[in-house]
């Protein structure tokens, strides 16, 4: 147990002890929240707890705080031998109208850097999840063409998202679901079948809602290059049929590199077909239709999703019996929850938004807590060059693909630039700045920091200098106030992990770590190490070793590497 939690464990120890259970039960007591003041004078951590507590009891706060205060203190003044001590405990300070301020002694911040240095990259693990399991959906992008800077943002976020929750003790399956049936995929093929067709000298009419970039080109052409002019022969519906696969096979392929290109895996790679294959969306609609949920209005089949927070009924079967995208997604939904995940995480763009409705009907149509279904809306990514926005790509004239970007940028720029920003916000992504090797440049400074720690160890190896054992390491010697700091921020790691998986924000972790960078940079700005009096550099060794365990790990959520050289 950290001393944080020691702390709110002992507040509402204090807070039962001052008989306050009588008028609030202790299983009632709102949760213990404890900060970090923004004044180094009020403290190592302040609390309100006084104040919510005060709602419930109907008392006055600071009455509380006054109560809770004096039992903290006491307990502090206890020989450290008795098992009741706070030994860790310095003093409990009353402030304003019930706020409380904990000033602990140094001590705990050494035993922090032991905590840190013993766990290794165990070090900010939580459980906060407690082993739930979660399905993280995300990209999902129709296998028509390469991804493009959008799609990059979602891949980003999606796996810097179900990181962070496996760090939290979450169990995560991460799934793309492949749009490999309807009018997407029949447009796919009638697009290359007529680029196939021009390329072999035909005049042809491009297909009114075919797809135009010049990957399609590519295609007719690489089919060209393997097999002639033979399928010109063919019946067109055949040809078409054959055209579909090859152009299916050739687009997903692509979309599979770019991802792996991108540092983003998925567990399952779900196709959309096989909803219809395996009879999935009849036994669906059959289901919900048995149920009441579903009914018949001019010859085609209506989901009640109003009954269930829609703005109105939806159509799931057409009237000439083929189903709408709602109906493979019901029927994606209800496989989901089949399958036995306790909560399903869906990433989807801005223009998505207007679907979130009628698919949480369609899951509390089906028997599910509409809850259980979370949707995160990605918003929109401008690139900007020069100060000039981008929205062509130079070499094809059409829109800037996730690869262009990489290549443009590095993987861990892109990464980085796409997470450090809430989803919530539209982002402004500038590719200078992304490109940049300055301290501006927010994924350099923290990739700087990394590194600058190996290059002290490789120096002290050099030196024949060994980093002493954990239990050696005078600690004690770290008294100067950026070192102070720069623990103080270290043992926040766990905290933040923690926050950041429960509010689904993977770019709390991004601030994270380019805080502690910044304050290691202002150590080490200050502070000799290799040559060092010996406690202190051995003390301030084990300071930046612990530094490269949580910036590593942070990096490691954010998909982002973690060099030693730069």
């Given at each position: 147990m950290n001393v944080k939690e020691l702390l709110a464990e002992a507040i509402r120890e204090a807070a039962g002890h001052a008989a306050l259970a009588g008028a609030v039960p202790a299983d009632r007591f709102p949760e213990v929240m404890l900060e970090v003041p923004p004044q180094k004078e009020f403290g190592d951590f302040a609390s309100n707890f006084a104040m919510q507590l005060a709602k419930a009891a109907r008392t006055n706060p600071?009455?509380?705080?006054?109560?809770?205060?004096?039992?903290?203190?006491?307990?502090?003044?206890?020989?450290?031998?008795?098992?009741?001590?706070?030994?860790?405990?310095?003093?409990?300070?009353?402030?304003?109208?019930?706020?409380?301020?904990?000033?602990?002694?140094?001590?705990?911040?050494?035993?922090?850097?032991?905590?840190?240095?013993?766990?290794?990259?165990?070090?900010?693990?939580?459980?906060?999840?407690?082993?739930?399991?979660?399905?993280?959906?995300?990209?999902?992008?129709?296998?028509?063409?390469?991804?493009?800077?959008?799609?990059?943002?979602?891949?980003?976020?999606?796996?810097?998202?179900?990181?962070?929750?496996?760090?939290?003790?979450?169990?995560?399956?991460?799934?793309?679901?492949?749009?490999?049936?309807?009018?997407?995929?029949?447009?796919?093929?009638?697009?290359?079948?007529?680029?196939?067709?021009?390329l072999l000298g035909q005049s042809v009419a491009f297909p009114e809602d075919g797809y135009h970039g010049r990957d399609i080109i590519d295609t007719a052409q690489r089919i060209i290059d393997g097999h002639g002019d033979k399928y010109l022969a063919m019946a067109p519906e055949e040809r078409l049929s054959?055209?579909?696969?090859?152009?299916?096979?050739?687009?997903?392929?692509?979309?599979?590199?770019?991802?792996?290109?991108?540092?983003?895996?998925?567990?399952?790679?779900?196709?959309?077909?096989?909803?219809?294959?395996?009879?999935?969306?009849?036994?669906?609609?059959?289901?919900?239709?048995?149920?009441?949920?579903?009914?018949?209005?001019?010859?085609?089949?209506?989901?009640?999703?109003?009954?269930?927070?829609?703005?109105?009924?939806?159509?799931?079967?057409?009237?000439?019996?083929?189903?709408?995208?709602?109906?493979?997604?019901?029927?994606?939904?209800?496989?989901?929850?089949?399958?036995?995940?306790?909560?399903?995480?869906?990433?989807?763009?801005?223009?998505?938004?207007?679907?979130?409705?009628?698919?949480?009907?369609?899951?509390?149509?089906?028997?599910?807590?509409?809850?259980?279904?979370?949707?995160?809306?990605?918003?929109?990514?401008?690139?900007?060059?020069?100060?000039?926005?981008?929205?062509?790509?130079?070499?094809?004239?059409?829109?800037?693909?996730?690869?262009?970007?990489?290549?443009?940028?590095?993987?861990?720029?892109?990464?980085?630039?796409?997470?450090m920003r809430s989803i919530d916000s539209q982002l402004d992504f500038d590719l200078d700045l992304a490109k940049s090797r300055t301290s501006d440049n927010p994924v350099f400074y923290i990739q700087y920091a990394h590194a600058r720690i190996s290059s002290i160890f490789r120096q002290a190896a050099e030196a024949g200098i060994a980093v002493p054992a954990v239990k050696d390491m005078p600690f004690g010697a770290l008294t100067a106030g950026c070192e102070v700091d720069l623990i103080k921020k270290l043992g926040e790691y766990p905290d933040e992990v923690a926050k950041a998986a429960r509010e689904r924000a993977p770019h709390h972790i991004a601030r994270y770590a380019h805080e502690v960078a910044g304050l290691f940079h202002t150590f080490y700005n200050q502070c000799r190490i290799i040559g060092a009096e010996p406690d202190c550099q051995a003390a301030r060794m084990g300071l930046v070793l612990a530094v490269q365990i949580v910036l590593r790990s942070a990096l490691a959520i954010l998909g982002v590497a973690a060099p030693e050289k730069m």
């Open positions: 600071r009455a509380i705080a006054e109560k809770i205060v004096e039992r903290l203190n006491t307990r502090a003044k206890l020989d450290k031998r008795d098992p009741s001590a706070l030994a860790w405990l310095a003093e409990a300070k009353l402030a304003g109208p019930g706020f409380i301020n904990f000033y602990l002694k140094p001590d705990w911040l050494y035993e922090l850097l032991q905590e840190i240095l013993e766990a290794g990259e165990a070090f900010g693990r939580t459980t906060t999840g407690g082993g739930e399991r979660v399905q993280v959906e995300f990209v999902s992008a129709n296998p028509t063409g390469p991804l493009h800077v959008g799609h990059g943002r979602g891949a980003a976020f999606g796996s810097a998202l179900s990181n962070l929750l496996r760090a939290a003790g979450y169990d995560v399956s991460n799934e793309y679901y492949i749009n490999d049936a309807g009018n997407q995929i029949d447009n796919l093929a009638a697009s290359v079948d007529a680029r196939y067709r021009e054959v055209f579909k696969e090859l152009a299916l096979t050739e687009k997903l392929a692509a979309l599979r590199e770019d991802l792996a290109a991108f540092g983003v895996t998925y567990e399952v790679w779900y196709s959309e077909r096989t909803l219809h294959t395996a009879g999935a969306i009849d036994a669906t609609c059959a289901l919900l239709k048995d149920r009441g949920h579903m009914y018949e209005k001019d010859g085609a089949l209506w989901l009640k999703s109003s009954d269930y927070g829609d703005d109105k009924d939806r159509v799931v079967i057409r009237d000439n019996g083929v189903p709408t995208y709602l109906a493979a997604d019901i029927a994606y939904h209800r496989d989901k929850f089949e399958r036995g995940f306790d909560r399903v995480i869906n990433i989807w763009g801005a223009d998505h938004h207007g679907y979130i409705s009628r698919v949480k009907a369609a899951v509390a149509a089906l028997g599910y807590q509409p809850d259980r279904l979370e949707v995160l809306i990605l918003q929109m990514v401008s690139l900007y060059q020069g100060g000039e926005l981008v929205k062509m790509s130079k070499r094809t004239g059409q829109g800037v693909t996730l690869a262009e970007l990489i290549e443009e940028v590095g993987r861990d720029a892109a990464r980085f630039f796409f997470i």
